[in-house]
C-alpha cells in the first residue's frame, strides 16, 4: 500500500485491518515520509522511482506475485513499480491517483502551513483548511484523530511530492501494463484543480486492456478514509 504526498502509511489506517483479514499487508512509508530515511533535497522525480524501485526489491526479493494499492503520490509510484516489475504485479488498484503531466487548471486555495509558526492551534486550524481543499470533502468527516494523522503527516514530510505527482510518469506506465487495474475516484473529488471527467478520461485511454473504474459516493480524495467501508469493499472484491 503506498500512501499519498505529505502523508504516511496512516493514510491506510481505516483500510490495513480490513484487507489484512484476507492478505498480507504492508503499508509503507516512502522516502523521506513518516519513519523512513531522508533523501537529498535535491532529489530529482526519476531518481525518486529509481530508489523506491531498488528499496523494493531489497525488501520484497524474489518472484512472489503482489498486488498494489496506491493513493494519489502512491499511485504514480505504484504504477511506476509494476511496470517495473512487471509480471509479479498481477493487480493495480489506484485511489485517486496522481502522476499526470504538469498543467495549470486552477487555483488551490490552500494555506502555508508556516503560517502558522509554533502556534499549534493555528497549526491545526491550516491542517483542517487544507484537508477540506484538497483531501476530504465534508467537515464532519475531520475528527481530532484526523488532524492528528495530518499534523504528524505534515511535519515528517521531507521530499517534495510533486516532482512525481507532476511528473508525468502515470499514463506511459499504465500504458505498459497488463495487469487487472481499478480505479477509485471519490465522486467529491473533482474541482477547478482536479477535473475528474478529464483525468479518469486519460486513464481510459492510456489503457490498453480493461479497466474499472468505480466512483466512490460521499468521498474526497482521501476516498480510503472518507469512506473506508466502500474502498474496503471494492479493494477487497477486486484483490
Not at 484523530?145 to 515528517?156: G, H, N, P
Not at 514530510?157 to 508525468?168: I, M
Amino acid at each position: 500500500m503506498f500512501h499519498g504526498g505529505m502523508g504516511s502509511w496512516k493514510h491506510w489506517v481505516r483500510n490495513i485491518e480490513p484487507l489484512a483479514g484476507r492478505f498480507t499487508v504492508h503499508a509503507l512509508d516512502h522516502p523521506s515520509y513518516g519513519a523512513s530515511a531522508s533523501v537529498p533535497h535535491e532529489t530529482t522525480g526519476a531518481e525518486y522511482l529509481d530508489l523506491v524501485h531498488a528499496l523494493f526489491v531489497e525488501m520484497f526479493p524474489g518472484a512472489a506475485p503482489l498486488r498494489f494499492a496506491g493513493f494519489s503520490f502512491g499511485a504514480a509510484i505504484a504504477t511506476n513499480l509494476a511496470r517495473r516489475l512487471a509480471p509479479r504485479v498481477t493487480h493495480l488498484c489506484l485511489v485517486s491517483p496522481a502522476g499526470f503531466p504538469t498543467r495549470k487548471f486552477g487555483e488551490r486555495p490552500t494555506r502555508s502551513y508556516r503560517e502558522a509558526g509554533d502556534d499549534e492551534k493555528l497549526f491545526r486550524e491550516i491542517c483542517r483548511h487544507n484537508l477540506l481543499v484538497n483531501m476530504l470533502s465534508d467537515p464532519a468527516a475531520i475528527s481530532d484523530e484526523t488532524l492528528d494523522i495530518q499534523a504528524e503527516c505534515v511535519r515528517r514530510t521531507r521530499f517534495n511530492s510533486r516532482k512525481v505527482s507532476g511528473g508525468g510518469t502515470l499514463l506511459g506506465d499504465l500504458g505498459e501494463l497488463q495487469c487487472r487495474i481499478r480505479v477509485l475516484w471519490g465522486d467529491r473529488d473533482d474541482s477547478a484543480f482536479r477535473p475528474a471527467d478529464l483525468l479518469i478520461g486519460e486513464i481510459r485511454m492510456a489503457v490498453r486492456g480493461p479497466l474499472d473504474v468505480h466512483r466512490v459516493p460521499n468521498a474526497g480524495h482521501w476516498s480510503a478514509y472518507e469512506n473506508a467501508a466502500e474502498v474496503n469493499r471494492l479493494m477487497l472484491e477486486f484483490f
